[in-house]
């Protein structure tokens, strides 16, 4: 696969916008004094829309082409599902694995979040250093998958990262807004918060490194399947239960609606 260096570029400044948007999350969390449960559950949900019917709709299509050009039909359309069902697999183990405690799809507002305030710093702290530790590991994937996206089709990788860095925002509250009491530094909180994220780009880069040499329509297709995968599991796992822990039911729904619907449009302008 013959790629451009800007191609190269584009896609890892795309993933980097993604990761270290958790810092906007930290900065909402200093001067926001309230949570805006109605734009946090639309958004969230709009997040997962996106993510959602790009998976289904042109990434899954994608990597089955692929690997259906290079292999045949049936053995390409095998190939294509087992990758598929690997990346939520590979994502659901990774969430397994972290403490319920810890876990970034364990959503909280703000004033939940400063409400903590009551326990002893040491307890906060430990909180955010393991949020953020939690919210690197999974952002790992996530960082291939944008820059995979991109590499491939460029359009799809700012699609998929808008909607990663909409979903990074309440991650950044969670790290940020603990340590930020722990410590009374907003300086070490935004730090904390804005590096958590810093792992989107390197997953990127370590996809890059070790997949790039040997990229064919098997790795390829592979990689886009499971691509597909990841992102299916993080919306139904993460996105839509925590938009609709933010906002009532049916603003959840419509976001996800107006999110595939946007995907769709987009999508249709490129063809």
Do not use: C
Request: aromatic share 12%.
């Amino acid at each position: 696969m013959d790629l451009s260096l800007n191609n190269i570029l584009f896609a890892f400044a795309l993933t980097l916008f993604a990761g270290l948007s958790t810092g906007i999350g930290s900065a909402m969390a200093f001067f926001a004094s309230r949570t805006n449960t109605k734009f946090l559950a639309v958004s969230l949900g709009f997040s997962g829309g996106v993510m959602i019917y790009v998976s289904f709709v042109e990434i899954f299509a994608k990597a089955r082409e692929t690997m259906s050009e290079a292999y045949g039909v049936v053995a390409g359309s095998w190939w294509t599902v087992l990758a598929f069902f690997g990346g939520v697999l590979f994502i659901a183990i990774i969430d397994k694995l972290i403490p319920s405690g810890e876990n970034p799809h364990e959503m909280h507002s703000i004033e939940e979040m400063k409400g903590k305030n009551v326990h002893k710093s040491s307890k906060l702290m430990r909180m955010g250093l393991f949020t953020a530790l939690a919210i690197g590991i999974h952002n790992f994937p996530e960082g291939l998958a944008t820059f995979t996206a991109a590499i491939q089709e460029p359009h799809l990788g700012i699609a998929i990262a808008v909607a990663i860095a909409i979903h990074n925002i309440p991650e950044g509250i969670a790290v940020s807004v603990p340590v930020y009491y722990a410590t009374g530094s907003r300086r070490k909180a935004f730090k904390l918060s804005f590096l958590s994220g810093l792992s989107e780009p390197i997953g990127a880069l370590v996809g890059y490194l070790i997949l790039m040499p040997f990229m064919s329509p098997l790795v390829f297709g592979i990689v886009f399947a499971a691509v597909a995968g990841i992102m299916v599991f993080i919306s139904l796992d993460e996105l839509l239960p925590a938009a609709r822990e933010y906002g009532e039911h049916h603003l959840s729904i419509y976001g996800l609606v107006a999110g595939m619907a946007v995907m769709a449009l987009s999508l249709l302008m490129f063809v």
